[in-house]
């Protein structure tokens, strides 16, 4: 499939990421659960103060570490826009948990299609980039590609009415008549999967610069994405991402360096379905994938490093997830914040971001057509790394301290705590201990799901069936939430380990060929 996402704009300036044009995708750093405008307030007594963060909600500006913080502005409100309608802020489609419900009737834009007075929506977290100059027109080149090879091999489009395109002069480049503020000097590299089906000839150099950077970085990766499947077995899986990250590993173990890997993605893949009832089934596949990967069986990341450290694979590498709460029908909710992001940050100095997951689909090139940057700084700033000076770049430094900001809930006095994101102090006594904590509280006040208390469907299906905190005593509930900073939760290892999650062959799911869902 085209998985792409790009505008460009007079092949001058390009916005590229994960970011789709689609329903429920407009978000901000607040991710709220609830929208019911001005019929009743629905955030708890601290959010209607401040953010999870720490900060009033509202419009974005830049702090004095080059990360992104926000201008003070009511809920709901936007100065900007006609469309905020009765104080809402996601209109009829836009309200969406699709983890509960799938989208219907899509030619009625503005009706609901849950009950937003019961059903929290689910928040989504993505990532983009924009580039100008001779990166911008790289991706106009590729667009145009596409659009000339698909007017060529296409009958229906080789009229005059589709004409065919010409790319501008990259000698012209430079010559910018407008930039798009708080842009900052870097050297980008556009990166592509293509096939000779997408785009008449075939490239995989997102995957290549993934495995790149990983191998050559020298201190830390940072990674979200929506998806994690990876480690080879040249059976079901092919890409090497995670056998990347292990030798990385292990080659910091054996030289007694210290090496750390930030891994963040979706606590559920996002498909509609219950576990708890067995309407799962395209939910466990992903999850199959996802664990065999992480945790469970002989190619995964964690056993093969235990194979050769034991427990110490925990100094090296984490897991986590993002999930939030607020108020809604009088009680406290709870949803994870799905993560459609496709971004690496390695040593602060180099960012891959763009439209490709960590899967087969997205990586081998042959698949499914994507478009990513490479951008490495050619500005730095002084920083810390393995509690030494470091030049960081401006770029890469910002957008991690921004990240961190963001899912950690740090206020400005805070942020020097995870300036070296290779310390213990980031790592374990704010980054893991924060995640811990948060995981614990959620499961004790909502008992979530996934989580490690429910190893298999039984257990599942027997803390489904039984009241939560937040049912039985809202009060207690909200004691217990006050202490919930940020939204960092780690990622439930051991959910559901003592089940086999791949389809039964006699359902649909089943029949699909299995390169579907890698």
């Known amino acids: 499939a085209h998985h792409e996402k790009l505008v460009v704009i007079d092949q001058t300036v390009a916005f590229l990421g994960g970011l789709d044009l689609a329903y429920g995708r407009w978000d901000d750093q607040e991710y709220r659960l609830a929208d019911l ?22 419009e974005e500006r830049r702090d004095k570490d080059g990360s992104r913080a926000t201008e003070t502005r009511p809920h709901g409100q936007d100065d900007d826009t006609e469309c905020n309608v009765d104080g809402k802020i996601w209109l009829g489609k836009d309200y969406c948990n699709f983890i509960k419900k799938d989208w219907v009737q899509l030619d009625k834009p503005f009706e609901d ?40 091999v296409k009958t229906k489009y080789k009229p005059s009415c589709f004409p065919y395109l010409l ?65 080879a077995d040249e059976r079901n899986v092919y890409n090497q991402i995670g056998d990347v990250i292990v030798e990385r590993i292990l080659k910091a173990h054996r030289a007694k360096k210290t090496y750390r890997v930030y891994i963040v993605i979706p606590l559920l893949p996002g498909f509609e379905g219950d576990l708890s009832t067995g309407e799962g089934n395209s939910i466990q596949t992903i999850l199959h994938f996802t664990f065999r990967s992480i945790c469970r069986g002989e190619y ?25 709460q607020a108020e809604l029908d009088g009680k406290p909710i709870t949803e994870l914040i799905y993560i459609h992001s496709k971004m690496l940050i390695a040593d602060d100095r ?19 057509s994507e478009m990513a940057v490479l951008v490495e700084d050619s500005e ?51 980054w893991n201990a924060r995640a811990t904590t948060n995981a614990n509280i959620y499961d004790q006040v909502f008992k979530c799901v996934p989580s490690n208390s429910a190893p298999s469907l039984a257990d599942l299906r027997e803390i ?20 919930v900073r940020g939204f ?31």
Not at 38 to 58: F, I, R, W
Not at 393 to 404: E, M
Not at 471 to 480: G, S
């Open 464 to 483: 489904a069936s039984g009241p939560d905190l937040a049912t039985e005593n809202p009060e207690e509930a909200r004691q217990k939430l006050a202490r």
């Open 300 to 324: 995964s990341i964690v056993e093969r490093l235990k194979n050769h450290m034991g427990d110490e694979w925990v100094n090296y590498v984490n897991f986590c997830g993002l999930r939030t």
């Open 350 to 368: 180099l960012v891959i971001i763009g439209s490709a997951n960590i899967n087969d689909r997205s990586m081998l090139g042959k698949r499914d």
């Open 113 to 152: 299609f849950i009950d937003r007075s019961y059903t929290p929506r689910m928040p989504w977290r993505d990532v983009g980039v924009v580039v100008h100059g001779a990166a911008a027109r790289d991706v106009a080149r590729h667009f145009i590609q596409r659009w000339n090879f698909t007017k060529t």
């Open 37 to 58: 405008g001005n019929a009743v307030e629905v955030d708890s007594a601290e959010t209607q103060e401040t953010s999870h963060n720490g900060q009033e909600s509202g």
């Open 380 to 430: 730095t700033q002084t920083s810390t790394m393995d509690g030494l000076d470091y030049q960081a770049g401006s770029f890469a430094l910002a957008l991690r301290l921004h990240c961190f900001r963001v899912h950690l809930g740090l206020s400005d006095d805070e942020m020097a705590g995870v300036q070296d994101p290779v310390s213990d102090q980031c790592f374990q006594e704010i």
């Open 167 to 231: 790319p501008k002069s990259q000698t012209t480049a430079d010559n910018l008549p407008f930039v798009v503020p708080g842009c900052i000097p870097a050297n980008v590299q556009i990166l592509r999967s293509v096939e000779c089906w997408s785009a008449g000839s075939s490239e995989s150099s997102i995957y290549n610069a993934y495995l790149h950077v990983i191998r050559d970085s020298q201190h830390f990766i940072y990674i979200e994405n929506q998806f994690f499947i990876t480690c």
């Open 488 to 518: 960092l939760v780690q990622y439930p290892l051991y959910f559901l380990n003592e089940e086999h999650l791949l389809p039964p062959l006699n359902c649909k799911e089943g029949m699909v060929p299995m390169e579907v869902w890698t």
